[in-house]
C-alpha cells in the first residue's frame, strides 16, 4: 500500500495544486511511482481520460509531473459550477447531475465509498499518494460530513502539510487561525507548516516563523518563494486571467474573451510560452482594442455567456473587428456561439426547455444541446484552410472533446478538420469536425473546433503565429520548432527544483515514512 502525504491550505488559491504538482515530480525524480488524489475538486477546467472519463485539470497536471497517465480515481469527483449557487456534478468521471449547493451537501455524504474505493485502487498501483486538499479545513460550517480536508486525512491516515499564503497578506494569523480551529484530534495530523509565495529576504521572515513553531507546537517545513516555472493554473482564480493590455514590447497581441463562466483556458497556454506573443483576457468592448487574433474559449454555459456578450457590447465589437479582417477562433462553446442559432429544447443549459438565441452568425453551423455528455479523447488533422489559417493545414493534433451540444453544418458550412475514431472491428474511421468561414472576398475569417489541446501539438501554435505576424511583417524568431510538451516537462523540473530547495525534504520524507 502506498505511503499519503497531503497538502492543505489555509485558504483557497494557497497554492497547494501547484506544491502537489511539485512534490509529485519530487518523488519521481527520486525513483517512487507517485500519482495525485483530489477527492472532490470545483473547476470549470477539467481533463479527459484515456478512457474518456471527467476530472479536473489540475490533477491531470499533478499527474503529468508524476509522469503517469491521468485517471478517473485522481479526483472521483467534479464539481463544474453552472450558476452561483448549483454544480453539475462528476462522479468517477461521469456526470450524474446539476445540484443546488443544499442538495449537493446531502448528497456527498454518500460518495464516502467512491472516494475510499478510488484511493484504494491508486493506492495498490504506486509508492507514493499526494493528496490535495480544497478551500481551508478550517471551514467550520462545512466540517460536517467532511470529504475533502480532514475527513480524508483520517480516511488515508495522511500527515497532513499545512499551506499559508504570505502574498495576501497575514500568513501567521492563516496558520495560527487555521490550527486552533481544528479539533485537537484534527491537529495531530498536521505534520508541517508552509509558508508560500514568498518575496524578498528570508533572513526577515524566519523570526516569524520560529515564533509560528512555538505556537503552534508544528515545525515549519518550507518557505517557498514565488517559483518562477510556467505550470498551468487551476480554475478562475488564476493570475494570468487579470492580463487586460498587451505585454509591453510583444508583437503579436491575442484577445482571448473572458467569460464568466470560463472554462479549459489553459488551451492558449502554447501561444503564451511563445516569445514575443501576449495573451490577454478581455471582458469589456473597451478592452479588446486591436488585436491580431481573438479566441473565444470553452465555457459551461453557451447561451447565458453568449447573452452576456451581446448585452455588454462585446459581441458587437467583436463582430466589428472580424469584419475588418481581424481572425477568430473559437473553442468548443465558443465554436458553438459563432454559429447561426443555438436551441436547448431539453432545458440542458438554460435550465428551462425551449430555449433558443441567436448566434453570432460567423460561421455556417447550428446547434442543438443534448442531455448526454461527448467525452472523449481524439486525434485529427486539419484541412485545406483558407486565408491566415492556410498556414495549419494538413497538420496533425490530439486532444479532446467535452460538450453537451451537437453542431452540425448548414449550407455552405466547410469542416475545419478531420477526427479519427475507432470503429466497431477495430477499424480506423474519419469524422468532420468544426467549421471554417469561406469568404470569397478574404474580408472575414473565421473558424471553430470542438477540441481542447488543439494547439499544443509541437509547432502547431507557432505556426499560426509566425502566419499572423507576416501580415506585419514580423518573423517569430526562435519559435518555429516549439515543442510545447517538452516545454512543459521543463517547467515541472524547474518547480521540483525550486521546490527542493525550499523544502526540508529530509524532514518531509520523515513524514512519510512516519505517517499518523
Known amino acids: 500500500m502506498a505511503k499519503p502525504i497531503m497538502i492543505q491550505g489555509t485558504m483557497s488559491n494557497a497554492g497547494k495544486s501547484l506544491i502537489a504538482a511539485g512534490l509529485c515530480r519530487i518523488f519521481r525524480q527520486d525513483g517512487y511511482r507517485v500519482a495525485p488524489f483530489k477527492s472532490q475538486n470545483m473547476a470549470l477546467n477539467s481533463f479527459i481520460t484515456e478512457e474518456g472519463l471527467e476530472i479536473g485539470r489540475a490533477q491531470a497536471v499533478q499527474a503529468q509531473a508524476a509522469g503517469i497517465s491521468p485517471r478517473a480515481a485522481m479526483n472521483p469527483i467534479l464539481l463544474k459550477p453552472s450558476s452561483d449557487t448549483g454544480s453539475q456534478v462528476i462522479v468517477m468521471g461521469e456526470p450524474v447531475g446539476t445540484m443546488p449547493a443544499r442538495e449537493y451537501f446531502r448528497y456527498k455524504k454518500t460518495l464516502l465509498p467512491v472516494i475510499r474505493n478510488a484511493y484504494e485502487s491508486l493506492s495498490k498501483d504506486y509508492d507514493i499518494i499526494v493528496i490535495e486538499g480544497a478551500g481551508s479545513p478550517a471551514e467550520i460550517n462545512l466540517k460536517q460530513d467532511d470529504i475533502v480536508n480532514m475527513g480524508i486525512a483520517r480516511m488515508a ?4 502539510l499545512l499551506a499559508g499564503d504570505i502574498d495576501r497578506g497575514g500568513v501567521f494569523a492563516q496558520l495560527y487561525g487555521t490550527v486552533m480551529l481544528l479539533e485537537e484530534e484534527e491537529r495531530r495530523y498536521i505534520k508541517g ?29 518550507g518557505i517557498i518563494p514565488y517559483i518562477q516555472a510556467d505550470i498551468e493554473d487551476e480554475d478562475s482564480l488564476s493570475a494570468r486571467l487579470n492580463a487586460r493590455e498587451k505585454d509591453e514590447g510583444a508583437a503579436l497581441d491575442i ?12 488551451d492558449f497556454q502554447a501561444f503564451s510560452c511563445l516569445p514575443g506573443v501576449s495573451v490577454r483576457y478581455v471582458e469589456k468592448m ?11 474559449p470553452g465555457t459551461k454555459n453557451t447561451i447565458e455567456d453568449l447573452l452576456w456578450m451581446r448585452q455588454n457590447g462585446l459581441e458587437a465589437a467583436v463582430l466589428k473587428a472580424a469584419s475588418s479582417g481581424v481572425p477568430v477562433f473559437g473553442i468548443c462553446g465558443g465554436y458553438q456561439m459563432m454559429g447561426r442559432s443555438l436551441t436547448d429544447e431539453k432545458g440542458t443549459e438554460a435550465g428551462a426547455p425551449g430555449v433558443s438565441v441567436r448566434g453570432m452568425g460567423l460561421l455556417e453551423t447550428a446547434t442543438e444541446f443534448e442531455k448526454e455528455k461527448m467525452r472523449t479523447r481524439v486525434t485529427g488533422r486539419f484541412g485545406a484552410l483558407p486565408g491566415i489559417f492556410s498556414a495549419l493545414s494538413g497538420r496533425e493534433f490530439s486532444g479532446y472533446e467535452i460538450h453537451m451540444g451537437r453542431t452540425r453544418l448548414l449550407e455552405g458550412g466547410r469542416p475545419l478538420s478531420v477526427l479519427r475514431e475507432n470503429q466497431e472491428g477495430g477499424e480506423t474511421g474519419e469524422k468532420p469536425d468544426g ?6 472576398g478574404g474580408s472575414l475569417q473565421a473558424c471553430g473546433t470542438y477540441v481542447h489541446g488543439i494547439f499544443d501539438e509541437p509547432g502547431t501554435a507557432a505556426v499560426l503565429a509566425e502566419a499572423l505576424l507576416s501580415e506585419k511583417g514580423i518573423s517569430l524568431k526562435d519559435a518555429a520548432d516549439f515543442d ?8 515541472f523540473d524547474l518547480l521540483a527544483d525550486g521546490l527542493r530547495k525550499s523544502l526540508d ?8 515514512r512516519q505517517g499518523i
Do not use: H, W
Request: charged share 30%.
Open 157 to 160: 491516515k495522511a500527515p497532513v
Open 193 to 221: 507548516l508552509l509558508i508560500n509565495k514568498f518575496r524578498g529576504d528570508r533572513t526577515i521572515l524566519e523570526p516569524g516563523a520560529e515564533m509560528i513553531e512555538k505556537l503552534c507546537g508544528i515545525p515549519v517545513t
Open 255 to 266: 484577445a482571448v474573451i473572458r467569460f464568466p463562466r470560463l472554462s479549459n483556458f489553459t
Open 286 to 296: 473597451s478592452e479588446l482594442s486591436a488585436p491580431d487574433l481573438i479566441i473565444l
Open 435 to 440: 467549421c471554417v468561414l469561406t469568404d470569397e
Open 484 to 491: 510545447y510538451r517538452a516545454y512543459r516537462e521543463k517547467q
Open 505 to 512: 525534504m529530509d524532514e518531509i520524507y520523515r513524514i512519510l
